[in-house]
């Protein structure tokens, strides 16, 4: 079984900040990882994933997030946050046939 | 290459009826997944269609059910709509059954009176 926990709700950050949006999975088999990007009134953008090999993953936009076996973690950063950033986050663990989202992490983004 | 597409985008309906909801994946993909979006509950996955068979299933009541033409678009209806069934209704395609890197459309809005 796979579970996903994605820590705080709501993360604010000022306009030029680190972004750091946290997530932990559990997973009975090796897992495959995503992080996802929700606008507002439109579906679920793929930011990338992690399926095997190396560990820190790239995405679009700047995104990138580092695969940590030991502490079951995939958490997603960005070196600088821009005021387009501000939307939901979702991690998503897969793990055989089905995908289990966690609950969403907001990003807000002050000028 | 077009992306997923959802239709209708807006709906309202009263409880009691019943509604269907049409996804058209991108082209060449072969699974469809159906989630229910909701403020309380978050992402829920409904079911999985992968070559016009239902492949996986969530834990919704036997109102939902879904699916799957040969051309891989795929309908989901829910009968006898109750307000909880209000909700955002997302699609998502992948090229092979196991939703691995999945795509989403834009959702359907339901809202049940």
């Known amino acids: 079984a796979q579970s996903v926990t994605q820590l705080g709700s709501h993360v604010s950050v000022s306009e030029g900040a680190l972004v750091l949006l946290r997530c932990n999975y559990s997973?009975?088999?090796?897992?495959?990882l995503f992080w996802y990007v929700q606008y507002p009134n439109q579906g679920l953008q793929l930011l990338l994933k992690?399926?095997?090999?190396?560990?820190l993953v790239k995405g679009i936009n700047g995104f990138e997030a580092e695969f940590k076996k030991s502490e079951t973690s995939f958490h997603l950063t960005k070196p600088s946050a821009h005021m387009s950033d501000a939307a939901e986050y979702f991690c998503?663990?897969?793990?055989?046939?089905?995908?289990?989202f966690g609950a969403g992490t907001r990003l807000f983004v002050k000028a | 290459k077009a992306g997923v597409t959802q239709t209708p985008r807006y709906l309202i309906k009263t409880r009691g009826q019943q509604v269907t909801l049409s996804c058209s994946p991108i082209?060449?993909?072969?699974?469809v997944s159906w989630y229910q979006q909701t403020p309380g509950q978050g992402l829920q996955f409904l079911f999985e269609?992968?070559?016009?068979?239902?492949?996986n299933k969530g834990n919704f009541p036997g109102r939902f059910s879904g699916r799957q033409f040969s051309n891989s678009r795929s309908e989901m209806n829910v009968s006898t709509l109750e307000l909880g069934d209000s909700a955002l209704y997302l699609c998502?395609?992948?090229?092979?059954?196991?939703?691995?890197?999945?795509?989403f459309g834009p959702g359907t809005r339901l809202t049940v009176t």
């Open positions: 998502a395609s992948s090229l092979t059954q196991g939703q691995h890197e999945q795509y």
């Open positions: 997973s009975s088999v090796p897992p495959y």
């Open positions: 992690y399926t095997t090999g190396a560990t």
């Open positions: 998503a663990v897969t793990g055989g046939f089905k995908t289990i």
């Open positions: 082209s060449g993909h072969r699974s």
């Open positions: 269609y992968f070559s016009e068979t239902q492949r």
